[in-house]
């Protein structure tokens, strides 16, 4: 009989202590810093034969209770070939001539997402990531994939990738 009590007790108390991990893990969620969201658009437009801009506009949002201050930003495309391009994200500036230059771009719908930006707890927003792939656009266009990935100044990183239906 008392090795049945034992048995019994030393499931409640496995049973209690997973319990309190449990909630010890969701009560710290908010702590765990980073950037979730979907991108919005993606609009190409050829620069040269070989190289395309991407303008990719995307709704993010900081669940955490921290600051997300950027250090980076990059953006990889991974072709119908299967094979992985990292894009050079283009500075701000260059972003509105970009749009000055290329008129059938469109317009400019959200500021750019940029090393410095601070988003602070809680916050949703858009913003934009423009990058030159050096491809042709129509492969660029054909690509299996995009995924834009932002590191804070803490070096943590999150991403966003295009959904499947695109």
């Known amino acids: 009989m008392p090795a049945k009590r034992v048995i019994l007790m030393a499931g409640v108390a496995v049973a209690l202590l997973a319990i309190g991990i449990a909630i010890a893990l969701r009560a710290n969620r908010p702590s765990h810093i980073e950037i979730t969201g979907r991108i919005q658009k993606v609009r190409t437009q050829a620069l040269d034969e070989n190289g395309t ?15 997300f201050i950027v250090r980076d930003v990059l953006v990889t495309l991974d072709t119908a070939k299967g094979d992985t391009v990292t894009g050079a994200t283009a500075a701000d500036a260059d972003v509105d001539r970009l749009f000055e230059f290329f008129p059938a771009a469109g317009p400019r719908y959200n500021p750019t997402f940029k090393t410095g930006d601070r988003v602070g707890p809680g916050e949703s927003f858009d913003r934009m990531v423009t990058a030159r792939i050096d ?6 266009r054909r690509r299996r994939g995009l995924t834009v990935r ?13 959904s499947e239906e695109r």
């Open 150 to 162: 932002f590191t804070d100044v803490d070096a943590i990183r999150s991403e966003i990738a295009e």
């Open 135 to 140: 491809l042709p656009e129509a492969d660029v």
């Open 53 to 67: 801009a991407v303008f990719i506009d995307l709704r993010m949002t900081n669940p955490s209770k921290h600051n």
